[in-house]
């Protein structure tokens, strides 16, 4: 029996996974604990793994987003049936008998496999429940026969099968699936007694209409054919069906062709052609492409939306000039890299500045639950690292204990890590407060947003040698803005000025970040 293989339990906030990749075809022969697939959360990816040896039979295609829990592929044991078969001749002749019958419908089975998808129903309908199944696993079924029953939250409707083979169920009853979401399997049988019934059923069905004595099916479009037509803009009174009791099926909409328009308004046509809209002449091309979305692009847009909506975002900006710190780097970076093997960068710095100022203002450092406000006394400090894949925020935990070269190391690891997508997703969560470098881009100044469930995060920008005053003389020096955003729920315009103000000191004057003061 094959080996069922879902979608784990990866996060508690996790509640769908995107395969990323299939590292191995459909019929290939895996390894126990050998990785087949590669998939990707909102926060991490990870590898799908053999539960067994055997052959891998692939349920959810590549770029398919997957509930946790549904079926995503199987494994059908190497050896299995081979150590089965040996078995039956010790069994009674009339447990034999029975045992054997099967084996006319295996040998009708032609090889091709018709999978049957959640057809779109409407179009504020996102999910459909598989409420009856009409017909058991392993039952022969017909074309446009009425497998099953599908209810969505506005309407119940019948589904019927788009090929003529042995039902595979894949999704059981109760079960509730996306639209487009993989509901069963047909394998498609050769012209045996299965097909010969349904052709020979079709003629007289033809001639019972024919007559005159149509059923409720005459003229309407199964799901799969509806949604053909639909997007040809035919109209399902045009089109002749096929099936039973004169339903269109989906090789009739196929076939379908939009009826020739009508010849009569050359005329008016032709008056109108002067107002179409000139066609200009460039080397340029105009293509347009539609990608899917994939699943941390989409936390991150429900993330920011929410953000927006549920917390008082405010930002309040200050400068720093970067001067002693940039002297106090050039001096020492180079016995720096031969001592700890790391480069000594900006972003210690300011991890260093936020943990003491941290420690003086805690509800820079809080978070709401509920009606509570949690006070962490510990700094565990996120870092926004952008990857091809989308922003991530792996966490530096106890940063306020690290010395400069461990939050370098630190720094490189984590960000090596996401670049590559192999962060942990305990890795990416249980940040307390957060710093974001935007001018590594080329940034002079943004109003960055919060990363919930934080109440503040820190924004660096470039630097950029401006003119400033300095004991009454105009001077040039390296300037970046810094940005603080907060929620005012937690952080009041005090605490968050002050906090600013705080790292400023502290960056300007950096013998305090290794004396402490």
């Not at 539960?51 to 050896?79: D, R």
């Not at 960000?415 to 940034?443: H, P, Q, W």
Request: include cysteine; hydrophobic fraction near 40%.
């Amino acid at each position: 029996m094959a080996i069922q293989i879902k979608v784990p339990t990866v996060g508690e906030s996790i509640t769908e996974v995107t395969i990323a990749n299939w590292l191995k075809k459909d019929g290939d022969v895996v390894k126990l604990d050998e990785v087949i697939a590669e998939l990707e959360s909102d926060k991490a990816t990870f590898e799908l793994t053999a539960p067994s040896a055997g052959v891998l039979k692939i349920v959810k295609q590549q770029g398919e987003t997957v509930p946790i829990g549904e079926l995503i592929c199987e494994v059908e044991p190497s050896g299995q049936a081979a150590a089965a078969a040996p078995a039956q001749p010790a069994a009674t002749p009339a447990a034999a008998a029975p045992a054997a019958t099967p084996a006319p419908d295996a040998k009708k089975a032609t090889g091709g496999v018709k999978e049957m998808k959640v057809p779109t129903v409407g179009e504020s309908i996102t999910e459909v429940t598989i409420s009856t199944w009409l017909k058991k696993d392993g039952d022969l079924v017909k074309l446009d026969e009425v497998i099953a029953e599908v209810e969505s939250d506005k309407a119940t409707f019948e589904l019927p099968a788009e090929a003529t083979g042995i039902l595979r169920i894949v999704a059981q009853e109760k079960t509730t699936l996306p639209i487009g979401g993989l509901i069963c399997k047909i394998e498609i049988t050769e012209g045996a007694a299965a097909s010969n019934g349904a052709a020979a059923a079709q003629p007289a069905e033809k001639a019972a209409v024919a007559a005159g004595d149509k059923t409720y099916a005459a003229g309407h479009p199964s799901p799969a054919a509806a949604k053909i037509l639909d997007e040809k803009g035919i109209p399902s009174n045009q089109v002749a069906g096929s099936g039973v009791g004169g339903r269109i099926t989906k090789d009739d909409a196929q076939n379908a062709q939009k009826a020739p328009a009508a010849t009569a308004p050359t005329k008016p046509a032709e008056a109108k052609a002067p107002l179409a809209p000139p066609v200009i002449a460039s080397g340029g091309g105009r293509n347009v492409r539609n990608e899917k979305m994939t699943s941390l692009r989409k936390t991150i847009a429900k993330r920011l939306v929410s953000v927006k909506n549920e917390t008082a975002m405010l930002t309040t900006f200050n400068e720093v000039d970067m001067k002693p710190v940039m002297e106090l780097r050039s001096r020492y970076k180079d016995q720096f890299k031969e001592k700890y093997g790391v480069g000594l960068g900006f972003m210690s710095f300011f991890t260093k500045a936020v943990c003491a100022a941290l420690k003086e203002f805690p509800a820079v450092n809080a978070s709401i639950n509920g009606d509570e406000i949690i006070y962490h006394d510990y700094c565990d400090v996120s870092i926004a690292v952008s990857t091809p894949r989308g922003l991530v925020v792996p966490v530096i935990r106890n940063a306020e204990a690290l010395s400069f070269n461990q939050i370098e190391s630190e720094v490189v690891r984590l960000a090596g890590k996401g670049r590559d997508g192999k962060l942990s997703i305990e890795e990416m969560t249980g940040g307390t407060f957060s710093i974001t470098n935007g001018g590594v881009f080329g940034s002079m100044l943004s109003t960055p947003i919060l990363n919930p469930p934080q109440s503040a995060i820190l924004g660096m920008h470039n630097i950029v040698e401006r003119a400033v005053v300095k004991n009454g003389e105009i001077v040039i020096r390296p300037i970046m803005y810094v940005a603080l955003s907060y929620d005012h729920r937690i952080v009041d315009g005090r605490e968050s000025v002050s906090f600013l103000v705080r790292v400023k000191e502290m960056l300007e004057d950096p013998g305090r970040l290794i004396l402490g003061v």
